[in-house]
């Protein structure tokens, strides 16, 4: 929208400028109702409401000067809206002299000093001085002293006019007028151009003070606009989520970054009480009566809570994450010298999900690099001797001619080594992770592949493991590295085969699910479940809740979602077990990008 266009008189320059226009307009305005007065005024008279009886003598001259300055008003009054910004300032002039010409006339037509209507030329000046300040009331005092001079120089008989001809109807109904003598005319005189000048002083005095403090209210004004604009720019821009809490612990503001963090609109979160919207303060925040405050001994230096995380998606679906937030808590105190606390709190977040996975990532490749090492030594020093001490003993059963027990025992040794050479294989396949080679990978045929590859694993055959692979849904097909996936697929099936070895009910099934961005796989059991104080750390290297397991198995499963960019969430399985639900995107260099943005 265009900025209004204004005037500047000369004392306004370089400072806030005001519009002539309206100035002109209220003038104008004024004038027409003082004209509609005086109207009514001749008709009462012409009624006989005054010294003369109805119609002996019609009023002529207040008629033509009212209707005169009717037009004249109509034409400065549209002068305004024709007139450009810059000449504005002599149509304030133009309206000046119209004033001026109005009250001298009103003067003239009615006796001159002795006129009712003297009052109108002090009200000119004032108009002056609220049109044009200072010069504007001089100027109108200035004509009004000079108009009273002439009358009075005509009330002496120095100058020698027909004021008769000029006179309203009623006046001259009353007889010719007799003048004043010359000192009362003088002194008269004196008194009304002294009064003139006074008020056009004292008024144009007034003025100026009162658009001096206008200036300084728009100064004023525009400084705090300013500074709201700023404070806005800064509360919006911050990348920390802030949030203002009242007495009774209600929210009153919060900035973009807030709803970002939260996942929610500013509707969902002004005037909700904080420990709706942020269940995790409520061990924080103390009620007393009616009054909420959040405790600082709670929060202060910075307090770190773990939420779950709540968003509506663009395809209409909810999504859920795990979130780690900061959380740091001020006492607000008033603009004062003596800043009062005001019993409002600001809440200061910041979501660090992303720096304690990188934390965690940074410990996982330390962790990693101990393995690596570690691996390579077991791999040198044991790997061959075993594969050695597994051969000779083969090699035994089949030259020897033994009784069914030395055989089961060679049988125990070539199965235990083989174990043990399993189990320094997992140590060589997480400690060297290899490079990712990108190819479309139908996960629903991998799945089933895996599957009926597991099939055939003795061990669940000898435990009577039920493994289900329900109906795939949508496409399954995701750029990816075929063999990480693999991996992946492989550890979770064997987990969960293990998990249920021990239960009454030895059940595990697995669905695929092709969604839009992402690929969602599921692998449900029947064991005994995941305690939640388990859960955070079941991906950690060698943390294990069996006896037998070597805790890489998930570790591995970890290191796979990391690089492919998927995730996992843990939960209770409708078998009574474990569910594993993992989601992987269609496309990981979407994912990388986005990634190198943030």
């Not at 010298?337 to 979501?351: A, F, N, S």
Request: aromatic share 4%; proline share 4%; charged share 20%.
């Amino acid at each position: 929208m265009a900025a209004p266009t204004y005037d500047t008189p000369p004392s306004l320059a370089g400072g806030v400028r005001e519009p002539f226009s309206e100035r002109i307009k209220w003038e104008t305005f004024a004038r027409v109702i003082a004209l509609t007065s005086l109207l009514f005024f001749g008709i009462a008279m012409d009624l006989g409401f005054g010294p003369q009886p109805i119609a002996q003598l019609p009023e002529v001259v207040l008629y033509k000067l009212i209707t005169t300055f009717y037009i004249l008003s109509f034409v400065a009054l549209l002068a305004t809206y024709l007139i450009d910004a810059e000449h504005r300032r002599a149509l304030a002039w133009a309206s000046l002299t119209i004033d001026v010409a109005l009250a001298g006339s009103l003067v003239t037509i009615s006796h001159g000093i002795d006129s009712v209507f003297l009052f109108a030329l002090p009200l000119t000046v004032v108009s002056g001085a609220a049109l044009l300040e200072r010069p504007g009331a001089v100027v109108a005092a200035t004509c009004g002293a000079v108009l009273m001079v002439l009358l009075a120089l005509v009330d002496v008989r120095v100058l020698v006019v027909d004021m008769e001809s000029v006179t309203v109807a009623w006046l001259r109904a009353l007889g010719p007028r007799v003048a004043p003598p010359t000192f009362e005319v003088l002194v008269q005189g004196f008194v009304q151009v002294a009064a003139l000048y006074a008020t056009a002083m004292l008024s144009s005095q007034l003025v100026v003070e009162l658009n001096r403090e206008r200036r300084r209210t728009v100064l004023e004004r525009r400084e705090l606009t300013a500074l709201r604009v700023r404070y806005e720019d800064v509360w919006s821009s911050l990348p920390e989520g802030l949030a203002t809490v009242s007495k009774d612990g209600t929210i009153l503001t919060a900035n973009p970054a807030l709803l970002r963090i939260l996942g929610q609109s500013a509707s969902e979160l002004i005037n909700e009480p904080v420990t709706r919207v942020l269940p995790e303060l409520t061990a924080a925040v103390t009620l007393s009566g009616t009054t909420a405050e959040i405790r600082r001994s709670q929060l202060a230096p910075t307090s770190e809570i773990t939420r779950r995380r709540s968003e509506l998606t663009r395809t209409g679906t909810r999504t859920s994450e795990k979130q780690v937030l900061t959380v740091r808590s001020e006492l607000l105190r008033d603009a004062g010298t003596q800043g009062r606390l005001t019993g409002e709190t600001l809440l200061i977040l910041r979501d660090v999900t992303n720096v304690r996975h990188r934390e965690q990532a940074h410990l996982n490749r330390e962790r990693l690099a101990t393995v690596g090492a570690m691996a390579m030594a077991i791999a040198h020093e044991i790997r061959n001797p075993l594969a050695s001490i597994s051969g000779a003993v083969q090699m035994l059963a089949a030259t020897l001619k033994v009784d069914d027990e030395n055989e089961a025992l060679m049988q125990i040794a070539v199965r235990e080594t083989q174990q043990l050479s399993d189990w320094i294989g997992e140590f060589l396949d997480y400690a060297k992770p290899g490079t990712l080679h990108l190819e479309p990978v139908d996960l629903g045929e991998l799945v089933r592949e895996k599957v009926a590859a597991l099939e055939q694993d003795p061990h669940l055959h000898a435990n009577n493991v039920k493994l289900t692979q329900t109906l795939t849904k949508g496409d399954t097909v995701l750029l990816a590295d075929r063999k990480s996936l693999s991996s992946l697929v492989w550890n979770l099936l064997r987990n969960a085969v293990d998990a249920v070895a021990q239960a009454d009910r030895r059940e595990v099934i697995i669905a695929v699910h092709g969604l839009e961005q992402t690929i969602s796989l599921r692998v449900a059991d029947s064991g005994p479940g995941v305690p939640k104080a388990d859960r955070p750390q079941l991906f950690q290297p060698f943390f294990t809740t069996r006896a037998e397991g070597t805790g890489l198995g998930l570790a591995t499963v970890r290191r796979v979602l990391d690089n492919q960019r998927g995730r996992v969430d843990i939960r209770t399985s409708h078998l009574g077990g474990a569910l594993f639900d993992v989601s992987l995107p269609r496309d990981l260099r979407d994912t990388e990008q986005d990634s190198a943005e943030d």
